[in-house]
């Protein structure tokens, strides 16, 4: 008769890993789940009282999109000096068209895009939104209903992510993961505001000095936010599952490093332990087939993948999990390693 104390170790090793990566795995899905759903409100005649400010540089592949699902009349692209067709694409979609202010030295594009954008403005309500993002029909009245419902001036909201690229759809979804393992919205509200789509009570924006403000912080949604809770601003982290979408691009992933360092170490800390508790799947996966153990092997071997099929959108897409935790780790550690060595971050052709 078997008995526990029987089993080898790689087998006991197995156990281990397959409930450490459950535990990261849920636990990621806790957090992200944590944050509250918008109000869902249906397309209106007269849309809110919210102008949309898209800063681009560079994107006459995405920023037509962008324009096209939002409102008529209510986009605004600022240029940030861009070398293709951007503009042109932009003013096609119908979005106004303002070019950015020669950027000053130490200066961020975004913010200085953002800026400009904002100073010409006189809505109620504006959203940032990056040219990488584009929604359904209602997300306007939506997401103003939501800040107006809840009283709040600033307003993250976190859009479902979408891959394009072959290394995007291999280590997008691993990071997204590690993101949210590392980061509780519950408890660190503050340090879960990111940038890609925000609105801003007008009044208050102007009061904080806006992106003038963070001009030069490379993370200016962190700054952005530090400044609303300096002056005893409300502000909210919310996500919409259903009415935005977001590309996410690996190669940002150095600067979204530099957003730990500026928010929690612990953060980082706690993606690097996620990090390493998924490293183990291939070594443990290994030694089972070593031990002569096939069958829990190939079990352990499409554990992760069934745990992170939510994340690749279908257990097709997850099979490519083993190589996309691997490539995300290499990533991963590539940045990292920028950060503490104080190495510049580049993006879209310029240091920041």
């Known amino acids: 008769m078997l008995i526990l104390t029987d089993l080898p170790i790689s087998l006991w090793a197995a156990l281990a890993f397959s409930s450490l990566v459950a535990g990261v795995v849920i636990k990621s899905r806790l957090n992200y789940l944590s944050l509250p759903e918008i109000e869902t409100h249906s397309p209106t005649s007269e849309p809110p009282d919210c102008m949309v400010v898209i800063p681009a540089r560079n994107e006459e592949a995405l920023v037509g999109r962008a324009v096209k699902s939002l409102p008529p009349d209510s986009v605004l692209v600022v240029d940030d000096d861009s070398t293709d067709n951007t503009v042109e694409a932009a003013r096609a979609a119908g979005a106004g068209i303002l070019p950015a202010p020669k950027l000053g030295k130490g200066a961020n594009g975004k913010s200085n895009a953002c800026a400009e954008g904002a100073r010409v403005l006189t809505s109620k309500w504006i959203l940032f939104a990056d040219a990488d993002t584009h929604y359904q029909p209602g997300f306007l009245e939506s997401v103003v209903a939501t800040a107006e419902s809840r009283k709040v001036d600033f307003v993250s909201v976190y859009l479902r992510p979408e891959f394009a690229t072959l290394g995007e759809m291999l280590s997008g979804p691993v990071a997204g993961v590690l993101y949210f393992f590392g980061i509780n919205p519950r408890a660190n509200p503050a340090g879960a505001f990111l940038g890609q789509c925000v609105l801003v009570r007008r009044e208050a924006y102007e009061f904080v000095g806006g992106h003038g403000t963070v001009i030069k912080d490379l993370c200016e949604d962190v700054k952005l936010v530090a400044l609303a809770q ?123």
């Open 230 to 352: 300096r002056h005893r601003m409300k502000f909210a982290v919310v996500r919409a599952d259903y009415l935005g979408r977001v590309r996410i691009r690996t190669e940002g992933l150095a600067r979204r490093m530099h957003r730990f360092t500026q928010v929690s170490p612990f953060i980082g800390l706690r993606i690097m332990l996620g990090a390493a508790v998924l490293a183990c799947w291939a070594p443990v996966t290994a030694w089972l087939l070593a031990d002569h153990q096939p069958v829990p092997a190939a079990a352990l071997a499409l554990w992760p993948v069934l745990l992170l099929s939510g994340r690749y959108e279908g257990i097709f897409r997850a099979l490519l999990a083993p190589f996309g935790v691997y490539t995300m780790l290499l990533r991963g550690t590539a940045a990292a390693l920028g950060v503490l060595t104080g190495r510049a971050v580049e993006w879209k052709g310029r240091v920041i």
